[in-house]
């Protein structure tokens, strides 16, 4: 097997600019807190992702310069999204970043909204993954996707948005059935679901920044 296939998982993040993510937030959060927990949400798993043993690398793909200062801060590699044609374009380009680096990379696309993410979980996600050369793991709701892996040599062909979950099933992903992984599930794109990840134990940010408004 290629080297570098055997140095850990490269995991790409894509971000929305901050102004406009997590808009179905801010009936709960308000407009002025609903940037920075779409920001605390990215810093909490991305420092969950890198404290990982499995994962050699984070590729963050995002245009905002704040959120890019913030997790390249961290440990993540920041990348442009040159494409600026959608989530799933801005994958692709993350994963072509990755593997011009090393081109026999396992590669992995991880939501940026997993507020409640736990190393633990996400280490038991890859060993699994690891075995099929595409896997994926539906979110909380068994509709969308919060993970998608592919081995090296394997396209991503990511198709993340709404109904993903049988749009992967489809291009023929395995899916991971693993229970005790819910904060590897655990997206947030409302009130509910935040109360969901609150539920799980946030991350240190972003309960820093909603506890204290939350109560």
């Known amino acids: 097997m290629n080297s570098d296939a055997d140095e850990g998982w490269s995991l790409v993040v894509p971000l929305k600019p901050l102004a406009l993510a997590k808009s179905r937030l801010a009936s709960a959060a308000g407009a002025r807190l609903r940037p920075r927990l779409a920001l605390a949400f990215a810093e909490d798993t991305v420092g969950a992702v890198l404290s990982c043993a499995r994962v050699r690398d984070v590729v963050v793909v995002t245009d905002d310069p704040t959120a ?9 590699r920041i990348v442009p999204d040159v494409p600026s044609a959608g989530l799933n374009a801005a994958l692709a380009h993350g994963v072509g970043a990755v593997r011009e680096r090393w081109p026999h990379a396992r590669v992995a696309a991880l939501n940026a909204d997993l507020p409640a993410l736990r190393t633990a979980e ?17 979110d909380a709701a068994e509709i969308g996707t919060t993970f998608l892996s592919a081995g090296p040599g394997v396209e991503l062909e990511p198709a993340f948005g709404g109904a993903s979950r049988l749009r992967h099933l489809s291009s023929g992903a395995v899916e991971i059935r693993l229970t005790g992984v819910d904060s590897v599930r655990r997206d947030v794109d409302t ?7 609150r539920a799980l134990g946030l991350g240190p940010r972003t309960a820093a920044r909603w506890l204290p408004v939350a109560g």
């Open 191 to 197: 009130g509910e679901d935040l109360a969901a990840a």
């Open 68 to 76: 890019g200062a913030a997790l390249a801060a961290l440990g993540a």
């Open 122 to 138: 996400l280490t038991r996600v890859l060993d699994v993954a690891r075995k099929f050369p595409r896997a994926f793991l539906s």
